[in-house]
């Protein structure tokens, strides 16, 4: 297989937990440009991939050429997997924005360069210049909090709503940056927490998570290996906490805060301490610093399937 255009955030220690082998099935449920799927299908596995992204689809007709026959790409979010896949050796999820939706300044998923204020994954629906010109102060401000982590959010809604209306990411950029104080030279833009926030709101990427979460569970087959790799402690604390509580490793509880009752066999094994990206990879790809790698194993178990609703407000 040819290189691929981006290599991705923890190739190797993904590979090595996943194990593909010649005759097996897997999923790759965020192809982007087909990093993780080159690799898979080099070591002889066939491999059904997800993405929503239309580009991604697109371009990634040439992979699908070059495996003859070994690759299906599948234009769907990956939370709708277990629609297409009624069973897989190993189910790979690589959350967030792609390195390629980041590069490209008209997608507007990034300050870096200037482009208008968009986000949609999937290129369709409401966008980020809709949201922040028509979405009340106050749903700002929840939005900010709860999926960016800001303290300064009811500061930023307000001076956002202030601005109005707002159409480039440099503009929605110095908004933030004015409403914080920001000082050139610091070493985390102020504005980050914001793009972060109204991105994963836009494209509803806590829900597709734990959805595609429980998709994965359901498909996989005995001894079939779960590998998502995050980026933000929201997203990481979600796979953190499902796989705990289906592998039976539910912290006990107090007379304050009791266990929940269970008397579900455990779903999952061999649940891995995270892995994070070491100096080698750090110095050839310093966005894999903020990536965290968690891989678990599939027991006989039947799947728990649905346990809660966690919107979009995970804490």
Known sequence: MSAAPHVPVLLQPVIDGLAPAPGELHVDGTFGAGGYTRAILARGAQVI????????IADGQALVAEADGALTLVQRRFSELATVVEAADGVTLDIGVSSMQLDQAERGFSFQSDGPLDMRMEQAGESAADFVNEADEGEIADVLFN???????RRIARAIVAARPLSRT???????????????GEKKDPATRTFQAIRIHLNRELGELEDGLEAAEAVLKPGG???VV??????DRMVKRFLRERSGAT?????????PATTRAPSFEQVAQPVKADDAELAAN??????????????AAPAWGRMRNSGETAK
């Open 230 to 235: 995050t980026f933000h402690s929201l997203e």
């Open 251 to 259: 912290p006990a509880g107090s007379r304050h805060r009791p266990a």
């Open 170 to 184: 440099g503009e929605l950029a110095e908004v933030v940056r004015r409403a914080v104080g920001h000082r050139p």
């Open 49 to 56: 991939a997800f993405d929503r992204d239309p580009a991604a």
């Open 225 to 227: 290996r779960l590998a």
């Open 286 to 299: 310093p966005r894999a610093r903020s990536a965290t790698l968690r891989l678990a194993r599939r027991t």
């Open 147 to 153: 999926l960016g982590e800001e303290p300064r959010a």
